[in-house]
Structure formats: C-alpha cells, structure tokens
C-alpha cells in the first residue's frame, strides 16, 4: 500500500507539445511515453484539437474539472463527456480530436500497453462507507472530490487528487467519506 500525494506527481509536457501533463504513477517506474506498460495521468487541456496518439495503447478519459469536451474517436460516433459521465475507453491509437464544450477542462487519463495490461476504470459518488474490491494487480483509489477515509489502526486520509496505490494482497478496502467524496477506482492486471 502507498499514498501518492498531488503535491508530489511529475509534470511533463504532452506527446505532441500541445500541453502538459500530471504523472500520478507509471510502470515500470521512470518509463516514458513510448515504453510504458500502464500510465495514469491527469491533463490541462486548454484548447480543442487532436490527441497525441499511442501506438498499441488503449486509453481511457474521464472529465475532473471544467464543461466538458466532444470526443471524436474515427470510427465512433461523437462521444460527450462532462464531469458526470462514466469513465469512457477508445484506442489511444485511433486518430482522436476533442472540442471544448466551453473552455478549459482537466480530464484523468488511464493508459495500458495492449497485450501486456488490461484497466478498468469507475467513478464512484459516495456519501456513505463502502466496501472497495481490489483485483490482482494494482487498484488505485483516486480522491477527486471530497476527502476519503481508510479507517484501520493507522488510518489513511486522502485529500483531493490524492491517490491510493494498492497491490495484490488487498482484497477489500473500506472507505468513508467525509462528508462526500467523488472516487476513481483504476484496477490494472496483466493480459492474460
């Protein structure tokens, strides 16, 4: 188990130069954007236009801040997201556009090297103590919102954009909000 800290995540600049880039955590750790295996990310996306693309990447983009951004992923119909939209997966291989619905937003970024790693990812309002299952791999518990409670004999408090790391020995995890909390819980495992 590890507290990753807002204040400690890496800023870097995007792929393509159009922006920057906050590292929650990538694997193997240092990796960069070519040789990563799985990569959490946030970004500051000030202006409409293409996405960087991964080659043998999927990805997948949720909206923290701001109105909300129109995907266009070639081959799918426009995707719309906003704050309360579930997480939304697309290959980060396809050639991808966003607009801005109305100025600036900062999304959270999910990425896997496909055929080595799978994720998954579920944005979770509570206001209430709830049970969390960790899968095999790594499950990353990040606080949006809100603040969140790991209640136990050295209980864990995240503040928000703070991140909780956890292994494979953790089963279940109970988390209490306070007073609400908006939660994304990544769980990344290996390709079988």
Same mark, same amino acid.
């Given at each position: 188990?590890?507290?990753?800290?807002?204040?400690?995540?890496?800023?870097?600049?995007?792929?393509?130069?159009?922006?920057?880039?906050?590292?929650?955590?990538?694997?193997?750790?240092?990796?960069?954007?070519?040789?990563?295996?799985?990569?959490?990310?946030?970004?500051?996306?000030?202006?409409?236009?293409?996405?960087?693309?991964?080659?043998?990447?999927? @990805?997948? !983009?949720?909206?923290? +801040?701001?109105?909300? =951004?129109?995907?266009? /992923?070639?081959? &799918?119909?426009?995707?719309?997201? #906003?704050?309360?939209?579930?997480?939304?997966?697309?290959?980060?291989?396809?050639?991808?556009?966003?607009?801005?619905?109305?100025?600036?937003?900062?999304?959270?970024?999910?990425?896997?090297?496909?055929? @080595?790693? !799978?994720?998954?990812? +579920?944005?979770?309002? =509570?206001?209430?103590? /709830?049970?969390? &299952?960790?899968?095999?791999?790594? #499950?990353?518990?990040?606080?949006?919102?809100?603040?969140?409670?790991?209640?136990?004999?050295?209980?864990?408090?995240?503040?928000?954009?703070?991140?909780?790391?956890?292994?494979?020995?953790?089963?279940?995890?109970?988390?209490?909000?306070?007073?609400?909390?908006?939660?994304?819980?990544?769980?990344?495992?290996?390709?079988?």
């Amino acid at each position: 188990m590890r507290i990753l800290r807002a204040a400690d995540y890496r800023v870097m600049p995007w792929k393509n130069g159009g922006g920057t880039t906050t590292e929650i955590a990538v694997s193997p750790d240092g990796a960069g954007l070519d040789d990563f295996d799985w990569r959490v990310s946030m970004a500051r996306v000030e202006t409409s236009g293409p996405f960087s693309s991964f080659s043998g990447v999927d @990805r997948t !983009l949720s909206v923290l +801040e701001g109105e909300g =951004i129109v995907l266009d /992923v070639a081959g &799918r119909p426009p995707e719309r997201m #906003t704050a309360a939209s579930r997480p939304f997966s697309f290959p980060a291989d396809q050639p991808t556009s966003a607009a801005l619905i109305a100025g600036p937003i900062t999304d959270l970024n999910v990425m896997t090297r496909r055929g @080595r790693m !799978l994720h998954q990812v +579920e944005r979770l309002a =509570i206001s209430t103590p /709830v049970e969390i &299952r960790t899968d095999a791999g790594s #499950t990353f518990i990040l606080c949006h919102a809100g603040h969140a409670i790991f209640p136990g004999t050295a209980p864990i408090r995240l503040g928000p954009l703070d991140t909780l790391l956890l292994g494979p020995d953790a089963a279940v995890l109970r988390v209490q909000p306070e007073p609400d909390a908006i939660l994304f819980v990544i769980r990344i495992i290996g390709a079988a």
